[in-house]
């Protein structure tokens, strides 16, 4: 066995040089989701099995295949969860939050998929998370979209067009399903193994099949959208209307059956087509059942997920560049007393100058060396310390950038100064 050690397969450490767009995206939906009203919540990493099987289905590819199940005692068995929808549902009602309440929340971090890794999809990927929980009316359906559509605009993201489709209440469904199981039967033999399978437990995903073989049949199937009942095409219409009030472009598209069991009526997905093969960015839909289904009162909600490594691909494709903040003084230290000092004297600056970004040299080094540290750290300003400095209670500022002249500053002035200094070097 080698003894070299490897990252598990389709899960990616998300490095230092990563993390400011990263931290764009996040900052950028904080502040829209607080906008529309929406309030952060977390819920555990680990569920019952049993939630996930419930809530998403037993005949989807998520709980067939891709949960990551273990137990830690004979009768206890727990998920890592693949989605967040199911554990937001479950905290609602344990926590007693519902109580005919109008919840409007988000969420976000890991997910687990035991799926095929290849680019844009992984094994623990990264979600955030929507979920209005208590809205029957398709209101608030068309305000998360119109809140997403914001979103594309504040993150420079163009190359995105929206799916929209409705999937019905859970009785005109199985109306329809009837009729989808009865065509796809007549075809049998055209069928993959995959879909025969399906037949029985969920044909709706056949109409998912990416098989060019199937596309035919798939293309005569009956369509969803001609059996809704006359609620869910009064909801639909009702959100259709709503979005091209507002300029929302989307394109209708009776195929979309989503990968999980939830959902009734509204189902969407954003897709792009500069990310290759996995080209949802952002999907969800209402799932009016499933509260009840999971114990709890019925409550009606509707939410979304988006996938934070795709659309982070996305941005850097708008050729946006994405840094961390530079240090704004790095403190250069030359001699063993100045570098005893230096701690003590930085450590006051910061109590009196919040806000500003020091970066002391540490790990020693001569004076080239630390100026070259000084440099590549992008501080516009560097604070001097040297021993005879230090006696004589003086300290330099030097800028790194333009042509500023060093000046020879009173250790006591120094906090007075440097936020002027700052000021012209970077203004
Ligand atoms: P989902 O479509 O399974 O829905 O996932 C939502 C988004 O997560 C996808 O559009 C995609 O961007 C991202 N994603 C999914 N799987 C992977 C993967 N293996 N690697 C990378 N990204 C991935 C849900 O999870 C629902 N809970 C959404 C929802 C919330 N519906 C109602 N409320």
């Known amino acids: 066995m080698s003894t070299q050690l490897a990252a598990v397969r389709g899960m990616n450490d998300v490095l230092a040089g990563q993390m400011p767009a990263w931290q764009h995206l996040e900052q950028v939906t904080r502040t829209l989701f607080a906008e529309y009203g929406f309030q952060e919540m977390r819920v555990p990493i680990v569920e019952h099995t049993q939630l996930f099987k419930r809530a998403i289905g037993e005949f989807t590819d998520i709980v067939e ?36 309440a109008r919840l409007k929340l988000w969420t976000s971090g890991p997910m687990f998929r035991h799926e095929r890794p290849q680019k844009g999809r992984y094994r623990q990927f990264h979600q955030i998370d929507i979920e209005a929980l208590g809205f029957p009316g398709p209101d608030v359906d068309a305000e998360i979209i119109a809140m997403t559509a914001r979103m594309w605009r504040r993150l420079g993201i163009t190359r995105v067009k929206l799916k929209l489709n409705s999937l019905g209440t859970t009785e005109s469904r199985r109306v329809y399903r009837e009729k989808l199981v009865a065509y796809f039967q007549q075809h049998a033999d055209v069928l993959d193994e995959d879909s025969r399978r399906r037949l029985g437990g969920n044909p709706l995903r056949i109409l998912d099949s990416k098989n060019p073989a199937m596309q035919a ?47 009734s009526r509204t189902v ?55 840094a961390a903040p530079s240090p704004q003084v790095y403190v250069v230290i030359a001699g063993s007393r100045a570098g005893r000092a230096a701690l003590a004297l930085v450590e006051r600056l910061r109590d009196e100058l919040p806000g500003i970004a020091f970066e002391t040299n540490a790990g020693g080094g001569n004076f080239k060396a630390q100026f070259r540290r000084a440099d590549r750290s992008g501080a516009p300003l560097a604070l001097v310390l040297g021993d005879d400095e230090l006696e004589r209670g003086v300290a330099q500022l030097k800028p790194m950038r333009q042509e500023g002249v060093q000046i020879e500053v009173p250790l006591a002035e120094l906090a007075g100064r440097i936020p002027a200094l700052l000021k012209s070097l970077q203004g």
């Open 65 to 100: 295949k891709e949960m990551y199940t273990f137990s830690m005692s004979a009768d206890e068995s727990l998920t890592l969860r693949p989605e967040a929808t199911a554990g937001i549902a479950r905290a609602a009602i344990t926590n007693g939050l519902l109580r005919g």
């Open 217 to 263: 049949v798939i293309s005569g199937a009956p369509l969803l959208t001609e059996h809704l009942d006359p609620e869910s095409r009064e909801h639909f219409e009702g959100l259709t209307a709503m979005l091209a009030a507002s300029n929302i472009d989307y394109v209708l598209d009776p195929r979309l059956v989503r990968g999980l069991d939830y959902y």
């Open 268 to 322: 969407f997905e954003w897709v792009t087509d500069a990310l290759g093969a996995q080209d949802a960015v952002c999907s969800g839909g209402r799932y009016d059942g499933l509260i009840t289904q999971l114990g709890g009162e019925a409550t009606p909600a509707v939410g979304f997920a988006m996938g934070v490594e795709r659309i982070v691909e996305l941005m850097q494709q708008t050729g946006a560049t994405f």
